[in-house]
């Protein structure tokens, strides 16, 4: 199931019913929590920082996922957090950043160093959230940079817990297939 390397004695660690493409590569200091789905040609690289992603979670494909290192310039760096029920599209870039749970990244988005994301948060495909940015609970973000453009209605608040479940479906389908 995917390529999971150890990196410096430090070795992946899934939950239960985790499902990784065998394209995609896992390497180092890397959590995954339950029910997580990592798609073809994704990298998650905690090589020189941790990386924590928590239940239903659905990583795209094509992703990149990486940390922040400590160093002078940025001591203690940033590690890469993601709460529950997120799904990264196709493609997106999460760097050193801190993402909370019923969370949508869009497709090609990007999410860089220290920024921060809350609960409850939809970026729109393509956008850019700068390093340090703090992105609010309840609204959909979009551009380069990324601004609140409005409040997220009912329905849209309703479908991170749709959109998790859906995957969680689609990855027993695959586990079930092997």
């Known amino acids: 199931m995917g390529a999971l390397r150890s990196f410096k004695g ?4 899934l939950g239960l019913q985790v499902f990784v493409d065998d394209s995609a590569v896992v ?9 997580v789905s990592v798609w073809p040609n994704t990298v998650i690289r905690g090589d020189m920082h941790r990386i924590k992603i928590g239940d239903r979670c659905s990583i795209q494909d094509g992703s990149i996922l990486h940390i922040t290192h400590a160093s002078d310039y940025n001591p203690g760096g940033y590690p890469l957090t993601l709460g529950n ?9 999460l ?20 920024a921060v ?3 409850k948060v939809v970026i729109g495909a393509g956008s850019l ?7 609010k609970s309840g609204y959909l973000y979009v551009g380069r940079p990324a601004k609140a453009i409005r409040e997220l209605n009912d329905k849209e ?6 959109t998790a479940a859906n995957y ?4 027993n389908d695959y586990l079930d297939s092997v």
């Open 10 to 13: 430090m070795t992946p660690k």
């Open 27 to 35: 390497i180092g200091d890397v959590e995954l929590g339950d029910d």
């Open 85 to 93: 029920d997120v799904t990264v599209g196709h493609m997106a870039m």
């Open 95 to 114: 760097h050193g950043c801190t993402i909370g749970s019923e969370v949508l990244i869009g497709m090609q988005a990007m999410v860089m160093d220290g």
């Open 117 to 119: 994301v809350e609960d």
């Open 129 to 135: 959230v700068p390093p340090g940015k703090l992105l």
């Open 157 to 162: 608040l309703s479908y991170f817990k749709y």
């Open 168 to 171: 969680v479906k689609l990855k």
